[in-house]
């Protein structure tokens, strides 16, 4: 189901059709799967003298913007950090501002994925979630599922410590029922345990806002993610950021953990 991801990038784009300058991009390596910490929302809208959900109401919008920018650009997998088990730690008025604007835009937005062949997805855990968020997700999931353009990921009640525990658990079911052996435990049986089954790991990270830390985001999956952070906080984040991202991906060298024979 997934082999298109790991064939090479749909031929290039014209330049003339997009909004942004890709000018100095190589087309060819385009990294195929993005995470993106979205945030600074609130220090955003801190420093327009609004209240911090106004951040959140303009983020939402940024993501709209840069998912088309990367569907244009060939990107097959954006994971999107919209929410971690972490942030039901803050006021209630904004985590419940948080779950109405999750509900809103997978309402709002079904079109705009369908006008985009935009495959929704979702990666965390539903318990604990508001009922109406959690039907949204199914609806987006039914709605959006043979979209054949790229995936979105929304990170929505995800940690990826806890994500590595569910994994953990499930694999010690299977053991357990007798369904799996201890010794053929590998990587690639871990990672069909995580929400991120059957998708490439992730090849650039981005984290706008200035902060320079993972906050638990696809931890194992990131193991050689290349990363790129910017000040900028998200609201403000432009489809030109994303190009300087992927630019500087690009002179990146890939090692893992090898050499590169010149
Ligand atoms: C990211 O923005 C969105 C969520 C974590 C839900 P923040 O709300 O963390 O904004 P800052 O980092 O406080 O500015
Ligand atoms: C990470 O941002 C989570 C999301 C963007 C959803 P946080 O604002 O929660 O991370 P910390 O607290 O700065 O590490
Ligand atoms: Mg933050």
């Known amino acids: 189901m997934f082999k298109g991801l790991f064939q090479t990038t749909k031929s290039p784009v014209k330049q003339e059709k997009l909004q942004f300058d890709t000018s100095d991009l190589d087309m060819n390596n385009i990294p195929k799967h993005i995470a993106i910490i979205m945030d600074g929302n609130g220090r955003w809208a801190k420093a327009q003298g609004k209240v911090r959900t106004y951040g959140h109401q303009r983020g939402a919008e940024t993501l709209k913007k840069i998912v088309r920018a990367a569907n244009d650009l060939g990107v097959k997998v954006i994971s999107a950090y919209a929410f971690s088990t972490e942030n039901w730690k803050r006021p209630i008025t904004e985590v419940n501002f948080i779950m109405d604007l999750l509900s809103r835009y997978l309402t709002s937005e079904i079109q705009e994925f369908n006008d985009n062949n935009v495959q929704v997805r979702f990666l965390g855990s539903r318990a604990g979630l508001p009922q109406i968020v959690q039907e949204k997700m199914d609806n987006a999931i039914r709605q959006t599922q043979n979209n054949t353009g790229i995936i979105l990921n929304l990170a929505i009640n995800y940690g990826g410590q806890a994500e590595i525990?569910?994994?953990?658990?499930?694999?010690?079911?299977?053991?357990?029922?007798?369904?799996?052996?201890?010794?053929?435990?590998?990587?690639?049986?871990?990672?069909?345990?995580?929400?991120?089954?059957?998708?490439?790991?992730?090849d650039l990270l981005?984290?706008?806002?200035?902060?320079?830390?993972?906050?638990?985001?696809?931890?194992?999956q990131i193991a050689y993610a290349e990363i790129w952070t910017t000040k900028t906080y998200w609201p403000d984040f432009t489809p030109d950021h994303l190009v300087e991202a992927i630019l500087a991906y690009q002179g990146r060298e890939r090692r893992y953990g090898g050499l590169v024979t010149k």
């Open 165 to 202: 525990l569910h994994a953990v658990q499930s694999i010690a079911q299977e053991v357990y029922e007798g369904k799996l052996d201890v010794s053929s435990i590998n990587n690639k049986v871990f990672e069909e345990h995580l929400y991120t089954q059957g998708l490439p790991a992730p």
């Open 206 to 220: 981005i984290r706008p806002g200035g902060d320079l830390r993972i906050s638990n985001f696809l931890l194992w």
